[in-house]
C-alpha cells in the first residue's frame, strides 16, 4: 500500500469509527441498558426474541454461547428470578473472552472451537441435559465478507452439534446467524431437526448489519429425512 493509499484509508476508517460512536451514543437501546445498569444493548434482542415466543420455564438449564460482556446473562438471570423467585434455573456462560462475574451465572472462559473446553462445559453440565441453547457468538470482523461468513458458520456449526448431542428432546436453539453463503443450508439443516424454525430481526438488532437470529423449536428425537433428490433420467434415445 503507498503512503497516499494507506492516508486514505485510515482517514475512511476513522470517518466510519466516528460515524460508529456518533450513532453508538445516540443509540435507544445504549442509551436504555446505561439506564437499567445492563451490560450491552444485545440485551434487548434476548427481551423481544424471549418474550415473544414465551421461551422461560421454571428451573430451566440454559448455555449461552458468546456471552460476553453479560447482557443476554444478565438479563435472562432477572427475567428468570421475577418470573420463577423459587426455581429460577440454572446458566452456563461461555466466552473466548473473559467476563467480569455475574450472581447466578456460572461462567466458562475459553474458545468454543477448542476440545478442551468444549469438554469443560459437558463437565459443567455434567448429567443435566440443557433446555435451551443460546448462541450470540459472532467470530472478530475483518470487514471482508469471504472471510467472516465461513468463520460465523463454523461457530454456528459447532453450536448445532452441541445442540444435537446437548439439548433436551423439545428443547430450543436460538442463534445469531449471518445471512450469506452457508446461511441457506444452514436452516434447511435445523428444520430437519427441529419441529419449528422462524427467523428473526429484532428491533435492537441494526438494520444494516446482516444478523439475524434462527429460533429452532422444539427440538426432534430423530432429524427429519432429507427431501429426496429429484433425479432425471435421460430420455431414452430417439429413433
Ligand atoms: C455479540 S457478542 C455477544 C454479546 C452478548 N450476547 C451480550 O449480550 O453481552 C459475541 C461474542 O462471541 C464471542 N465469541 C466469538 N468467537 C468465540 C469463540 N470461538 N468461542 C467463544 N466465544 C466466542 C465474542 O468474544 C463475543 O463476546
Known amino acids: 500500500m503507498t503512503t497516499r493509499t494507506a492516508r486514505r484509508s485510515m482517514a ?3 470517518k466510519s ?3 460508529w460512536l456518533k450513532e453508538h451514543f445516540s443509540d435507544p437501546y445504549v442509551k436504555k441498558a446505561q439506564a437499567e445498569g445492563l451490560r450491552s444493548r444485545a440485551a434487548y434482542k434476548l427481551e423481544e426474541l424471549v ?12 448455555v449461552d454461547l458468546g456471552a460476553a460482556p453479560g447482557g443476554w446473562s444478565q438479563w435472562l438471570r432477572q ?20 467476563m467480569p462475574t455475574l450472581a447466578g451465572v456460572e461462567f466458562l472462559h475459553g474458545d468454543f472451537r477448542e476440545d478442551a473446553v468444549l469438554s469443560a462445559l459437558e463437565g459443567a453440565l455434567g448429567s443435566q441435559q440443557v433446555d435451551l441453547v443460546l448462541s450470540d457468538m459472532a467470530p472478530n470482523k475483518s470487514g471482508m465478507d469471504a472471510v467472516d461468513q465461513p468463520r ?4 454456528a456449526e459447532l453450536a448445532m452439534e452441541f445442540a444435537d448431542r446437548h439439548l433436551r428432546i423439545d428443547g430450543t436453539l436460538l442463534i445469531k446467524l449471518f445471512q450469506g453463503v452457508g446461511f441457506d443450508d444452514y436452516v ?11 427467523i428473526r430481526k429484532p428491533d435492537a438488532s441494526r438494520k444494516r448489519s446482516p444478523e439475524v437470529y434462527a429460533l429452532a423449536l422444539g427440538k426432534l428425537s430423530a432429524p427429519k429425512l432429507s427431501a429426496p433428490k429429484l433425479s432425471h433420467p435421460k430420455s431414452p434415445a430417439g429413433p
Open 51 to 62: 418474550e415473544r415466543d414465551r421461551l422461560l420455564k421454571p428451573g430451566m438449564v440454559v
Open 152 to 155: 460465523m458458520m463454523h461457530l
Open 12 to 14: 475512511t476508517r476513522s
Open 188 to 198: 434447511r439443516e435445523l428444520r430437519r431437526h427441529y419441529a419449528k424454525v422462524a
Open 17 to 19: 469509527s466516528q460515524r
Open 79 to 98: 427475567a428468570l428470578l421475577a418470573l420463577y423467585p423459587a426455581n429460577p434455573g440454572r446458566i452456563v456462560a461461555l466466552d473466548i473472552l473473559e
